[in-house]
């Protein structure tokens, strides 16, 4: 594709002064440490005109510096507005509540002024629907170097070329910097979007369903990408998803989340190994696999029942309306947060939890509930 | 659900497409028309076979824009197919109109995706399933009441309860319950989903998978599972094809198509979906390039612009279907050697290890990556 | 939700047109500017209604004095609660007639528009393609019609009676609402569940009566209230300029026989009432029309 040239900036080899500012803007970016993310009673109220809900409640976790934590559940669960939250971006009137800790400094509540200064340098946000985080009458050149320019005191020929820097790192040729938005296929502008999150290096990446709009070869290589760029850039990452096989794939740690609360964390290997939270198992039972020569095909098991309605949340266990192991305990108390090894869970029975895996691969211990439609 | 039964060969065949061609025309505007310019035709579908017997699911994936949901409606009626021929029991529906097409459409019913707007919000659960028959004539209204309290359990909705209830009222998941059950109720023989489960959170799409093979197997039905997701398809299809811009590149019973699957674009399709296994990433080939436009699709193997193997006689060539092994069918030279032969001249492709890096920008931050380390 | 007894009928119910029409209603009288439009507007119908027997004397009527020479021009008085005009007919019998025609100009006119606009923009919406070409390019054409001009000539030309002057709003308003409606109609037909029922067997009659029609009816309504505002105030313009019907008083006609007996600065008596009604009556159409619109957009919608 031929490149369309920009009228500020034209496409001519950068010159030795832009060559060594860039040199130390890259330097000075790489520099950088990763970030230490710890979320803490974290709760997320919204006043609506049939009440007040809460979308999210008590969450709890953390990212160590230069780790990727994957935040997983079905739609609802509250794992978006968390991170909309945690990037400043919830709407007005909405009750937030606990702390997150960026390298020790709390970002919640923080005002406009304080957040400009967080957002893009120590945390930047790939959204969803690349379409809208690129505005269609600039070319994507001139969004990734204002990105930089609002941030770093370096030239606009040097910005310019930190951005062609980004564009190789993700793949796409550097001519395309002079393009628009709707000159870039769906999977391009993604690709480009995670360019300019990454353009100031920043310590913390909040990766929110990056890849759920686009089909399974391009998902894949857009994962690809990410976990090539994490792995040198050495930031830390929260991957939003609804898909625990990326998870498993691509984070260290997983925080699984139910109806707005923390149902299952800890190390990805250990939660999916052998998971503690009877949603955690479901979840992973229901997931769609390939089949795998000689070894015996998994049923798919789906969970019976529906999400609860946050605005009347059930007593007890959010879980216990869908859970085949729900006793007369999960329905009235609110379950404690257990720690086994290094998993958390909030369920009443961990310590029943390995019979339970036994029970929930066999379809007929989901099927019994049935009568809930 | 495990492996799903045999099909018997000798059941009968409910809906078969040959050689199925549907082009889009774009729209000429007025000065075009009196140059004398025709606007280039998206070859959306562009000749494919398809055979589905009773009893059987067959599951249709490929990426978007690959066509599989314009051969659901094609095979449907919904859009006119500009060549080929769609048998109905045996019977060519290609190009009836009025009241055989009505009947047709009384035989084959359709799906979609989206459970939320594909019920009419202002109408009960009761009303739209009872639309299809009432459309039909069918029946007096305690006869239909009747009816649409048997499809509701049908698709294991209690009637009770449920049937003055309004879309807004339901689950995602019942909502297509309730799309599944309006299909129904006029005793198709015939039913295309089109990616019935996409939009569904994963803890219930097992379940609606779950119904539709049930009911394949009860009522007899001949079912099309169109999706973007191969895995799913393993759990409920007895054949998959796999569909590359409007063509079908590979078809077979899902075991073969699932464990041993031939085509590279296939191959690449498969290696897409990430395993369980927490750590274990597989190395997967980047593919060059997107999907081409069907405005404007490559002379030769269509896949050959983006396909790692690719040789100048996948440029030039188009392969033909050959049969591999019992029902199992790929379109590519690397199995097939008929093309190679009639053209010595050209370099035929080879299976084995890939050298080439898909990308430029690949080796381009390769090398950056090696500064950045410095 | 109510729950299916026993003693269900033996059919499937729904929630009938008039049902949905009455929740619509309900939650458009939750907003409080369009509670004052209604109930202003319920005001005038019930004068328009009763005007004959509110009315103290004939509006056509010459008073007398007692001496016998015409009462010209007379402030508001106990017997004559509004004054006379320059010619001694009685201001406050004139002006509750005037309810009668700016009523029954708005209502008749806004029902033939809302047909017909209806009709077009059902039409070209459903059926796209050449149907939607031939009807658009028909309304592109009513659409550079020059409003005033036009309803001058038409008026002149067809003679100065009631049902010319609907029929002339009627021609002048069904446009913009053809255009309207058929961009929600192309909303509509892009549902899920209009493809659905094509792919059933449905006919458009079915489609359209079932599926189009009652989710654009809001539209309708909401443009058929505007079109009553329209259409009475362009019945006071055209009377204003002495285009009205000579045999029935209408506001229009009372401000320009003011006007022109050159009495309009003098005469308030006679002049403020047929002004402000104008302008009560198409204010409370507005405010309806507002809280409509709010329901039907939800954009609009107070958070």
């Given amino acids: 594709m031929v490149a369309v040239a920009s009228p500020r900036f034209g496409q001519r080899p950068a010159s030795p002064a832009t060559l060594a500012e860039l040199e130390k803007l890259t330097e000075r970016l790489a520099r950088k440490p990763a970030a230490h993310l710890l979320v803490d009673g974290l709760s997320i109220g919204y006043s609506t005109l049939r009440g007040r809900f809460h979308a999210v409640e008590d969450v709890s976790f953390e990212v160590p510096a230069g780790t990727n934590l994957g935040l997983v559940g079905e739609s609802g669960c509250g794992k978006s507005t968390v991170v909309k939250t945690l990037m400043g971006l919830q709407p007005e009137a909405t009750q937030v509540s606990g702390r997150a800790l960026l390298d020790g400094q709390n970002i919640l509540g923080l005002d406009e002024t304080a957040l400009r200064d967080v957002r893009w340098k120590r945390m930047s946000l790939i959204t969803q629907s690349a379409m809208n985080s690129l505005d269609p009458v600039y070319c994507i050149g001139d969004q990734i170097s204002e990105a930089i320019l609002a941030h770093e005191p370096v030239s606009k020929a040097t910005a310019w070329a930190r951005a062609e820097q980004m564009f190789a790192l993700v793949g796409l040729p550097a001519g395309r910097l002079y393009e628009f938005p709707h000159m870039f296929s769906g999977g391009m502008r993604q690709r480009a979007v995670i360019a300019m999150a990454l353009a100031l290096n920043a310590g913390l990446l909040l990766a929110d369903e990056p890849t759920t709009a686009l089909d399974p070869i391009m998902q894949s290589q857009i994962m690809t990408r990410i976990r090539g760029i994490h792995a040198h850039l050495r930031c830390s990452m929260i991957l939003v998803t609804h898909d625990i096989a990326v998870v498993a794939e691509t984070c260290e740690n997983i925080v699984v989340m139910y109806a707005g609360k923390v149902a299952e964390s800890g190390p990805t290997a250990e939660v999916l190994e052998s998971p503690l939270h009877p949603y955690t198992m479901g979840l992973k039972n229901a997931f769609p696999r390939l089949p795998e020569r000689g070894a015996p095909r998994q049923p798919l098991i789906s969970i019976p029942g529906v999400v609860p309605n946050l605005l009347l949340p059930p007593a007890g266990c959010r879980f216990a309306s869908r859970c085949p192991f729900a006793t007369e305990v999960c329905h009235r108390v609110t379950p404690p947060v257990v720690q086994v090894g290094a998993q958390r869970a909030a369920c009443h029975h961990t310590d029943r939890a390995a019979e339970f895996r036994v029970a929930a691969a066999r379809p007929e211990t989901w099927r019994t509930m049935r009568g809930a439609v | 659900m495990s492996t799903r039964h045999a099909i018997d060969p000798s059941a009968p065949l409910v809906i078969e497409a040959q050689d199925l061609k549907t082009h889009f025309q774009g729209r000429s505007g007025i000065l075009s028309a009196l140059v004398g310019v025709k606007p280039p035709s998206a070859r959306a579908l562009d000749g494919v076979d398809l055979r589905i017997r009773e009893r059987e699911i067959v599951g249709l994936v490929g990426e978007s824009g690959c066509g599989k949901s314009t051969l659901g409606m094609t095979l449907v009626r919904m859009y006119q197919p500009t060549d080929g021929q769609i048998l109905y029991r045996g019977e ?167 464990m041993r699957p031939l085509h590279p674009y296939t191959q690449r399709l498969m290696d897409a979906i990430p395993r369980m296994t927490p750590g274990e990433t597989p190395e997967r080939i980047e593919l060059r390039g997107d999907v081409p436009s069907p405005l404007a699709v490559p002379p030769g193997c269509r896949f050959s612009s983006r396909c790692p193997y690719a040789t100048a006689l996948c440029e030039a060539v188009e392969p033909a279907l050959s049969d591999q092994a019992e029902a199992h069918r790929v379109r590519c030279h690397i199995y097939d050697d008929r093309a190679a032969r009639a053209h010595p001249d050209l370099p035929a492709p080879r299976a084995g290890k890939i050298t080439e890096v898909a990308e430029t920008g690949a080796l381009v931050a390769a090398a950056e990556d090696a500064r950045w380390q410095s | 939700m109510k729950q299916a007894s026993p003693h269900t009928p033996a059919a499937i119910r729904g929630r009938s047109a008039w049902s949905a029409a009455w929740d619509s209603w309900r939650q458009v009288m939750q907003d409080s500017f369009a509670v004052v439009g209604v109930s202003i507007l319920l005001l005038f119908v019930i004068i328009a209604l009763t005007a004959p027997y509110l009315a103290p004397f004939d509006p056509f009527k010459a008073m007398m004095t007692e001496t016998g020479r015409l009462a010209r021009l007379r402030p508001p008085s106990g017997e004559h609660l509004l004054g006379t005009t320059a010619f001694g007919n009685d201001v406050l019998s004139q002006f509750l007639h005037g309810f009668r025609v700016a009523l029954l100009v708005g209502l008749v006119a806004a029902i033939a528009v809302g047909f017909i606009s209806t009709l077009f923009g059902v039409l070209s919406g459903y059926f796209g393609g050449w149907v939607d070409d031939v009807l658009m390019r028909i309304t592109d054409v009513a659409l550079s019609i020059p409003t005033l001009p036009f309803s001058i000539v038409a008026v002149a030309l067809l003679g100065p009676s009631i049902e010319n002057i609907i029929l002339v709003i009627t021609v002048l308003f069904w446009r913009n609402g053809a255009r309207i409606i058929r961009s929600a109609v192309l909303t509509e037909r892009e549902r899920v569940y209009v493809k659905w029922a094509r792919a059933a067997g449905a006919s458009h009659f079915h489609i359209i009566m079932r599926h189009i029609l009652p989710n654009i009816i809001r539209v309708v309504f909401l443009w058929v209230t505007m079109s009553v505002a329209f259409a009475v105030l362009t019945e006071a313009s055209l009377s204003f300029l002495g285009l009205g019907d000579p045999t029935v008083i209408s506001w229009g006609q009372m401000l320009n026989t003011a006007f022109s007996s050159g009495n309009l600065r003098t005469a308030w008596w006679w002049v403020v009432p047929p002004s402000l009604a104008l302008v009560m009556l198409v204010s409370a159409l507005y405010l309806i029309g507002r809280a409509y619109e709010e329901q039907t957009n939800p954009r609009l919608r107070k958070r």
């Fill in chain 2, 92 to 258: 060519d529906i290609t190009k009836v109109e009025g009241r055989r097409l009505k009947a047709y459409r009384h035989s084959a019913q359709i799906i979609f995706q989206d459970p939320y707007s594909s019920l009419n919000p202002r109408l009960t659960i009761g009303q739209v399933i009872e639309e299809p028959l009432i459309i039909h004539g069918i029946g007096t209204a305690a006869e239909r009441r009747e009816k649409v309290i048997r499809a509701l359990e049908l698709v294991r909705i209690p009637a009770e309860g449920n049937i003055d209830r309004y879309p807004s009222d339901l689950s995602g998941g019942q909502r297509q319950r309730v799309a599944i059950a309006r299909a129904l109720v006029l005793e198709p023989k015939f039913i295309v989903a089109d990616e019935p489960v996409s939009m569904l959170d994963v803890s219930i799409q097992a379940s609606v998978l779950e119904l539709l093979d049930e009911l394949s197997r009860e009522l007899g039905l001949a079912v099309l599972y169109i999706s973007h997701d191969i895995a799913t398809v393993g759990y409920i299809c007895n054949h998959v094809a796999v569909m590359y811009l409007g063509r079908i590149v590979e078809e077979g019973r899902s075991e073969d198509v699932l």
